[in-house]
């Protein structure tokens, strides 16, 4: 079936460094792409989001790289805080359009540690 | 302020009781979820709903069940069927494309953290 996979489970970085989570998607068909963030006991949080018909977006201290060739996605983070230790989840729309955004697929989650 | 509620944060139910999980809205939203989380693990879809009174089945969805009779309100019951309940719930809603948004992000509640004794 189709599925959304990350390549690494845990990512540790040295504060003021750069993070770059990485994720596969299987689903030629999905045409919107999520990053979330999610604390210890918490709902996940919204990051960024990317269409299709982009390759690259930018937010604060973030960015979303989707190369649709390889059916990759990349989260970046600029100089990592300890604030950012987290899990960091991709998801895939599968079967949007039409009147609908219909479902998301997560991924299973990079653990992001930052060490001060 | 506009956000999603679940209530309640923690939920002890014994084996072969039934549970109902809450989850409210005042975003508007069209569309809301259910989904499970297990330690380490990601997000798995167990119920949606597009529109008040309907709803589908997502890939987990045997052991529990939704209702929708308010767009705000998307309470999940987990009946005794469901094997293994302990688990971390997470309910979302997304508005609808007609309802003026470009993107498609859900917008999670805090969760409900479920143990069965």
Not at chain 1, 67 to 79: D, E, G, P, R, Y
């Amino acid at each position: 079936g189709e599925s959304v996979g990350l390549h690494l489970p845990t990512l540790s970085v040295q504060e003021g460094d750069n993070s770059i989570i990485n994720c596969a998607y299987s689903n030629s068909a999905s045409d919107y792409f999520i990053w979330y963030k999610q604390e210890s006991g918490k709902g996940p949080q919204f990051i960024i989001d990317i269409r299709s018909n982009m390759d690259k977006r930018q937010g604060q201290r973030v960015t979303v790289l989707l190369n649709k060739t390889v059916k990759h996605l990349s989260l970046q983070i600029a100089a990592t805080q300890p604030g950012d230790s987290a899990v960091y989840f991709c998801a895939e729309n599968l079967n949007a359009g039409g009147t609908s955004y219909g479902k998301l697929t997560f991924g299973q989650g990079t653990i992001l540690t930052v060490h001060p | 302020d506009g956000g999603i509620t679940q209530s309640p944060k923690y939920l002890f139910r014994k084996e072969g009781q039934n549970v109902t999980l809450s989850c409210e809205q005042n975003l508007n939203h069209d569309a809301m979820y259910w989904y499970r989380q297990d330690p380490g693990q990601g997000l798995r879809l167990i119920y949606y709903s597009q529109i008040v009174n309907d709803f589908q089945k997502g890939d987990i969805a045997e052991g529990y069940s939704v209702s929708r009779e308010k767009k705000e309100s998307f309470p999940l019951t987990v009946t005794s069927a469901q094997k293994n309940p302990t688990a971390f719930y997470l309910c979302a809603s997304r508005p609808g494309r007609g309802q003026g948004r470009l993107s498609g992000e859900q917008f999670f509640g805090p969760g409900t953290r479920l143990t069965v004794l």
